[in-house]
């Protein structure tokens, strides 16, 4: 069988590539290492996980006693999302450049100094100060996520990629599982205890991950940052989502927001324009001359802007029309994670065996018929029919995540998986962030702002507001067709993808 010059043998034979760097040999552990790294990276993605479903229930808490609006509560939401979409591309570069371990441990501590500074946030700064605590927190999250998608892989060698990367979904279907629980339980005493919860966890994963990981595949040497390709992305990304959620979710003037709006464009431009000239750039455009690893991301994208939206709407459902109060909203959610967590590793050791070409599409179309049935849902939809149509879609998204991202780690050089990651992170958190932007406008529309303030405050019902509630249900209706479709859109587009095996690079 021919050997790769990027196989995870050790060489001792000094290679380059096309711009003249030397090619770093990758050492691939022998001795367990693959499990030890998986129990840090677990630790990170719980932590992540917790804190995003935990939220949910403390956002009306926080809204009452810091006496914010209900915009701020959203930016509250937005600002983390933004910030960890930004940065996910030069965390991916950096990681490459200067080792993912160094990186990864100093997510832990960004996100713990996020969680404290969003605890102990103050009324009189007006939600600021959980807005940086938050955006603090975005921070940490790039570093974890990008780095640990890396990480699994660079330890989870000959063939097993997908089995780590979907026994690395459980942590996180399972931290979305018990959010819910924890952040009810710990908003009964106070709802800075959601945020103060990460702390401890942030520090044991800092020290965990500091005397337990090591470094398989060895840095980049001498390679500067593209800081014009850095800075461009930057403003570009930031301007054109921060113009689009602001259309969503007007706190500006609307000249303003055209101004970010256009500013945005601008920026992705000059970048698109002259990123192909630079010699080491951001993000490596020859990647996508490969068609599994383009089209992979393109249909991560897709199913990003597709799914991105819908437990939002599913929870702003339960606690409205179907009159639950908070705490139970979340946990009326298990059916999605829970089918998630069951299907994500057996879907990853699939695609260890037989690649994603398959896996892919079905997971997309499975997903899609959950997004289907929510078409019809109204407030006397029994919850076992609820259980189905969430379950469909946890399932299907089970199926497809560990496959897709397998295979676009798989499609890429060693030394560029770090890119490869920042890419897959930054498309598909950029799709969240579209999807907020669409399919808000569409269910939220026709529905006075009180509603929406009291259904979000308090739950259990639309109260005096019941007249809200058809046009409510109709445009919730369109914004579950519109992701429909655009989960159709996303299983053609991962049909198309060429089959591939272990170490697609290799057979290129």
Partial sequence: ????????????????????SPVQPEQTPRDGYQWTALSVTTVGALLASIQGSALLIALPNILAELHVT???????????????????????????????????????????????????????FHGVDLILGRVIQGLGAALLITNSTVIVTDAFRNGQVGLGLGVNQIAGAAGFLIGPIIGGLLTEFSWRWVFLFNVPIGIFGAFWGIWRLREPVRPLERQPLDWFGSI???????????????LAFPILPQPVTITIFVTGIVGLALFIAIEPRIKVPLIQLRLFRTRLFTLANLSGLLNGIARGA???????????????????????????????????????RLSDRFGSRLLAPIGLAISALGLLGLT?????????????????????????????????????????????????????????????????????????????????????????????????????????LVSFVLSIIA?????????????????A
């Fill in 1 to 20: 069988m021919r050997t790769s010059q990027f196989s995870s043998n050790v060489s001792t034979d000094k290679k380059v590539r096309p711009d003249g």
């Fill in 70 to 124: 209900f915009f701020t509560i959203m930016w509250v939401l937005l600002g983390y999302l933004l910030i960890l979409t930004v940065f996910t591309p030069i965390v991916g570069r950096l990681a490459d450049m200067w080792g993912r371990k160094r990186l990864y441990n100093s997510g832990f501590i960004a996100f713990t100094v996020g969680s404290l500074i969003a605890g102990v946030a103050q009324p009189q």
């Fill in 232 to 246: 461009t992305l930057t403003i570009g990304l930031a301007g054109l989502l921060l113009g689009l959620s602001m």
């Fill in 310 to 348: 819908v437990l939002f709407l599913l929870i702003f459902f339960l606690q409205g029309p179907y009159g639950k109060d908070p705490l139970t909203a979340g946990l009326m959610l298990t059916p999605f994670g829970a089918a998630f967590m069951i299907v994500g590793p057996v879907s990853g």
């Fill in 376 to 480: 019809t849902i109204n407030q006397f939809t029994p919850y076992w029919a609820l259980s189905i149509y969430m379950a469909l879609m946890g399932g299907g998204s089970g199926l497809f995540v560990s496959p897709n991202t397998n295979a676009i780690m798989s499609s890429v050089e060693p030394h560029t998986r770090g890119a490869a990651a920042g890419i897959l992170n930054m498309l598909n958190n950029t799709g969240s962030m579209l999807s907020i932007a669409i399919v808000f406008p569409l269910a939220l529309s026709q529905i006075p702002f009180n509603a929406i303030q009291q259904v979000f405050i308090t739950g259990g019902g639309m109260g005096a507001f019941s007249s809200a509630i058809p046009p409510f249900l109709s445009g919730l209706h369109l914004a579950f």
């Fill in 491 to 507: 299983a053609i587009v991962a049909a198309l993808r060429p089959a591939h095996g272990q170490r697609a690079y290799e057979k």
